[in-house]
C-alpha cells in the first residue's frame, strides 16, 4: 500500500484494521457478496478525503474485503495526482476532481463520491474517458430533514437565547413569573415554502405538514403527485419560512439574490442545508441588516471552510453550523454501507447510482 498522510495516520489505520467490522444491515437491504467475480486482482483504492465520513467511529474493513485501499484523511489540490497516480478506483467527498486530473491519471476507472452532490467531478470529462462516477443519493433524507426543523424552531421558540438568560440569572430577577426576550411564533398555520421538492424535500414537507404548516413547494419537474406546486415568485412572496432543496446547477445558482428576497414577506425566515451558491450571501446579509429578513439560517456556505470575509459571519439574526446536517452517525453508517455497495457493484460490472 502506498503510505497515507503520516506515521501517526498510519498508526491509526493499523489500529482500525484490528478492530472487527461494524457492519450493520441498511434500510436498502444486504450487501452485495463481498466477493468480486468481475476483478480477480484486488484494484489499488484510494480514499482522498476519509475523515469527514470516518473520523474514527466506523470502519473501512468492508472496503479491505474488496480492495488494496489506503485511506488519506484529507488531500490538499497540490497533492491529489501525486496520490491516485496508479490508482484504479478513487472514493472522495469535496476532492475537486478535473478533466486535467483525469488525463494524469488514465489508470483510474472509477470515483465514488461519498455524497449526495457530486458538483466536485467532472462528469463530462469522466464520461468521455470512460470513468464510472456513483452517488450515494437518500442517506442523509431524515438527517438533514431534522437539521431543517432544529433551525425553523430555534427561530420560532427561542430556546437557546432563553436558556442562556435563565443561566445568566434573570429569571431570579425577573418581576413575574415568565418573561419573553423576543417575539415567539407558533408554527400551525403558517406558510412553509420548498424549494426543490426531492427526497429531502419531500420530507420537510411531510413534518411541516405534521405541525400544521400550509405547505408549499417548487419542483423542477411538476407533476399531479406534487400538492401546492407554485411558481418560483409565488413561493418567496407567499413563504413564511421558505427552505432549499436544490442542486446547485448553473440554473440554480444564486436562485435567493436582491430581487428574489424583495419578494418576500417583510419578517420572513430562510433556511439553507443544500448549497451555499443557491444564495447570494451579501444580499442576504444586506436582507437581515435592513430587516426584510427576519432570520437566515444555513448549514452551507459558498466557499467552505468559511472564510474570514464571508459577508454572513457578523450578519444579525443568522444562524450558521458548519455543513453537520448530514452528518449524524446513523447517516454516515448508511453512506458507508451504500459506498461499499456501490463500489461491489461496480466490480460485479453492474455499476449502481452512476451520474457520469
Known amino acids: 500500500m502506498v503510505p497515507a498522510d503520516s506515521s501517526a495516520q498510519q498508526h491509526a489505520h493499523r489500529k482500525e484494521n484490528n478492530k472487527e467490522s461494524a457492519q ?6 444486504r450487501l452485495p457478496p463481498l466477493v468480486p467475480v468481475f476483478y480477480t486482482i484486488p484494484m489499488k483504492l484510494i480514499v482522498l478525503d476519509g475523515w469527514s465520513l470516518n473520523p474514527g467511529d466506523l470502519s473501512w474493513d468492508d472496503f479491505r474485503q474488496l480492495a488494496d485501499i489506503t485511506v488519506y484523511n484529507r488531500t490538499p489540490p497540490e497533492l491529489v495526482i501525486d496520490r491516485i497516480t496508479g ?3 478513487i472514493l472522495l467527498n469535496k476532492v475537486a476532481i478535473s478533466d486535467a486530473i483525469l488525463a494524469a491519471c488514465p489508470t483510474v476507472r472509477y470515483i465514488g463520491v461519498l455524497a449526495t452532490g457530486y458538483n466536485v467531478v467532472d462528469t463530462a470529462a469522466a464520461q468521455k474517458r470512460g470513468v464510472i462516477v456513483t452517488n450515494i443519493p437518500g442517506y442523509s433524507t431524515n438527517a438533514v430533514a431534522q437539521h431543517v426543523f432544529a433551525f425553523i424552531l430555534s427561530f420560532a421558540s427561542q430556546v437557546a437565547r432563553h436558556a442562556a438568560s435563565v443561566q445568566n440569572g434573570d429569571w431570579m430577577v425577573s418581576k413575574d413569573f415568565c418573561y419573553w426576550m423576543t417575539p415567539l411564533t407558533e408554527l400551525n398555520g403558517k406558510t412553509l415554502g420548498v424549494f426543490g421538492y426531492g427526497e429531502i424535500g419531500r420530507r420537510v414537507a411531510d413534518i411541516g405538514r405534521a405541525f400544521g404548516m400550509n ?3 417548487t419542483a423542477h419537474h411538476p407533476s399531479p403527485d406534487i400538492p401546492n406546486c407554485v411558481p418560483v415568485a409565488e413561493l418567496f412572496a407567499r413563504s413564511d419560512f421558505l427552505t432549499l432543496h436544490a442542486p446547485l446547477t448553473a440554473e440554480t445558482a444564486q436562485t435567493v439574490n436582491a430581487r428574489t428576497l424583495a419578494l418576500m414577506k417583510q419578517g420572513a425566515y430562510l433556511i439553507n442545508t443544500a448549497r451555499g451558491a443557491l444564495v447570494d450571501e451579501q444580499a442576504v446579509a444586506d436582507a437581515l441588516a435592513s430587516g426584510q429578513l427576519a432570520g ?8 467552505e471552510p468559511m472564510r474570514s470575509d464571508c459577508p454572513l459571519r457578523d450578519a444579525p439574526n443568522c444562524l450558521i453550523t458548519p455543513h453537520i446536517a448530514w452528518a449524524p452517525y ?4 448508511r453512506l458507508m454501507d451504500r459506498a461499499v455497495r456501490n463500489y461491489a457493484a461496480f466490480l460485479h460490472g453492474a455499476p449502481e447510482n452512476v451520474v457520469s
Open 215 to 217: 405547505v408549499i413547494c
Open 87 to 89: 490508482a484504479d478506483a
Open 330 to 333: 446513523e447517516a454516515r453508517r
Open 296 to 303: 437566515y439560517a444555513c448549514d452551507v456556505l459558498t466557499a
Open 24 to 29: 450493520t444491515p441498511t434500510d436498502t437491504g
